[in-house]
């Protein structure tokens, strides 16, 4: 067993009141952290959420900068010094279709979405921070942004930019402190919502024929990693990094024309 020594670090989860978020909660509570429960419009999951893991939960729009501002000055305030940081808040538009079918509205609202509110939230947290000069960051990824995703072209553009160029810069930008800045990119995960919605076989299928594990990750399976990254004790020289948690997945079946 793997010692995270995560006991009395305040973190932040952003979109913690989701599938993938209330799992990363519920675990790092367990390691004894203090968890802020971020939600934009869950606001009665997040409460009730936080009130089981005895956390906060706060409101912020992260598309919004001044949103963003007031989060982090009223975790500031009730909580006192954020030592890490889960930028885990995104959305996926349920509709596939090709890139030249989507609309502009579409394209940039996934970017915002998923793209801009990493970059808000990183923003706001490794402003404060550098001026300690440690705390840990995760961003939260997709291996769409891996290795592309028919039909969601807007939301693999915005996970892959997380992941390869934000990232790289962001953990150099700290460079000369001792802040981690490292992500996690999910595979194909059961949260409650797939299951409640009933699960496509034959997607699920296709999915599991480019993995190694065949079989689907569960959300304690990405919050398991996310854990691991945040722990200066387990991961202390790891920055820059990408964990897949995708049971060795190794790219995506292509269907050919008409399938």
């Known amino acids: 067993m793997i010692l995270m020594t995560l006991e009395g670090m305040n973190v932040l989860v952003t979109g913690g009141a989701g599938g993938i978020g209330q799992a990363i909660c519920r675990h790092l509570a367990r390691q004894g952290s203090k968890v802020i429960v971020h939600y934009r419009t869950s606001r009665s ?6 009130g089981e893991i005895d956390g906060i939960a706060v409101y912020a729009d992260l598309r919004k900068k001044d949103d963003v501002d007031k989060m982090f000055s009223q975790i500031e305030e009730e909580i006192g010094l954020l030592q890490c940081c889960v930028a885990n808040a995104g959305m996926y538009p349920p509709e596939p279709m090709p890139v030249w079918e989507i609309s502009e509205d579409r394209w940039n609202s996934t970017l915002e979405s998923n793209l801009g509110v990493t970059v ?29 995703e028919r039909g ?31 992500a996690v990119a999910p595979g194909w995960t059961l949260t409650d919502s797939k299951i409640e919605s009933g699960i496509d076989r034959e997607i699920a299928s296709n999915a599991m024929r480019t ?5 689907l990750a569960s959300p304690e399976d990405v919050a398991g990693a996310v854990a691991f990254l945040l722990s200066d004790v387990a991961s202390g020289h790891i920055s820059g990094q990408v964990i897949e948690v995708s049971g060795g997945m190794e790219g995506r079946v292509i269907p050919g024309p008409g399938e």
Do not use: C, P, W
Not at 45 to 50: K, W, Y
Not at 121 to 141: D, E, H, M, P, R
Not at 211 to 215: A, C, Q, R, T, V
């Open 45 to 50: 999951e997040a409460e009730s959420l936080a």
């Open 120 to 148: 808000l939230t990183a923003q706001g947290f490794l402003k404060g921070a550098v001026t300690s000069g440690k705390g840990s960051l995760v961003l939260i990824g997709s291996t769409a942004g891996v290795h592309g």
């Open 211 to 215: 993995m190694s594990m065949k079989k």
């Open 152 to 182: 969601h072209s807007d939301y693999a553009t915005a996970k892959g930019a997380i992941t390869s160029g934000l990232l790289r810069t962001l953990k150099n930008d700290v460079s000369g402190t001792s802040i981690r800045v490292n």
